[in-house]
């Protein structure tokens, strides 16, 4: 008898320990479910509409002139703002490729599909480089040859350290677009076929 008690003793002490381990071990597992759920993850800092700013309105702007012709054959300044950077002459030079604005009224100047290859300025003279679609694309005529010169020169003499203007096509020299306008020495600006009137 006193054994059988024992025995039962024993086996009602080895219930109780299972349960309490049980017990421990739900609350364990909800204690760190809970943990895990409260643990929030960082939220997306998203900027407020304000603070999206684009970098071209941050960078510092300057006017230049460009110039285009009208229906008269005369060239007419358009005044337009670049990005202030170190090389404002080639900027310059890209934004006079893509022609003039649409409601100006006013006609491109350098022929389709020309672009601006390289360009350096020493010794008061600026050589720029412009791509062979310059001269195979020139629809041609002393006027028009006129134009495309000198608006290229005009638009490149308006910066202090540039005097005269050597163009090349592709990288070489060539003796003219057209025939009619000498490109074998570097050329000064010309104001006589600059138009004030639009």
Known sequence: MY???????????????????????EEGEEEATVTINQVSQPEEQ?????????????????????????????????????????????VTMQELAKGPDPQSGLLPTLPPGTHL?????????CIVDMSRELKENHAGGSSGEMLTVYSIVNTLTQFPTVER??????????????????????????????????
Not at 3 to 25: D, E, N, P, T
Not at 165 to 193: E, F, M, Y
């Open 117 to 125: 290859k390289d360009i350096n300025i020493k010794d008061g003279v």
């Open 3 to 25: 054994k059988k008690m024992q025995r039962f003793f024993v086996i009602l002490g080895l219930l109780l320990i299972m349960g309490c381990l049980g017990a421990c071990s």
């Open 46 to 90: 998203v900027p407020a509409e304000e603070d999206v700013v684009v970098l071209q309105d941050v960078m510092d702007k300057i006017p230049v002139v460009l110039y285009f012709a009208d229906e008269l054959g005369c060239l007419v300044a358009q005044q337009r703002e670049i990005p202030k950077v170190d090389g404002i002459a080639r």
């Open 165 to 198: 203007v050597k163009i090349l096509v592709n990288g070489q020299v060539v003796n003219t677009l057209a025939g009619h306008v000498d490109l074998s020495v570097p050329l000064g600006r010309n104001d006589s076929i600059i138009t004030s009137s639009q």
